[in-house]
């Protein structure tokens, strides 16, 4: 059984950061691509990025280049998502995914967790 649990959200102020970390169990991060969505109120849900298990390239959605850095640590079976200079913008839920490929951008999807809340307001 496949299960992605996140942890790190909660409520930081505009210019802040936080890192949301995934603990994966069932799959093994050695042969998987994993990435983070974010769902905003009233909005789409966004793939903003993931990496890659053959060569550890990332991919970043333009929303977020620049201030998120994704990054996983294979002993452990966890993927992170540290988060700078945070906007209003950013509040939304964030989900660790699984996904067949990160070539390029995240469009496909294996295994959600249950999400975690990220809130930026003064």
């Known amino acids: 059984q496949v299960q992605l649990v996140e942890s790190g959200g909660g409520l930081v102020q505009p210019g802040g950061s936080l890192r949301l970390s995934c603990v994966v169990a069932?799959?093994?991060?050695?042969?998987?691509?994993i990435g983070w969505f974010r769902q905003a109120p009233g909005k789409e849900r966004e793939g903003i990025s993931c990496?890659?298990?053959?060569?550890?390239?990332?991919y970043y959605a333009d929303s977020v280049k620049g201030r998120f850095t994704i990054s996983k640590d294979n002993a452990k079976n966890t993927v992170y998502l540290q988060m700078s200079n945070l906007k209003p913008e950013d509040t939304a839920v964030y989900y660790c995914?699984?996904?067949?490929?990160?070539?390029?951008?995240?469009?496909?999807?294996?295994?959600w967790g249950q999400g975690t809340q990220v809130t930026v307001s003064s």
């Open positions: 995914v699984t996904t067949p490929v990160c070539d390029g951008g995240l469009y496909t999807t294996d295994y």
């Open positions: 069932g799959v093994t991060l050695d042969y998987y691509d």
């Open positions: 990496i890659s298990s053959n060569d550890d390239s990332t």
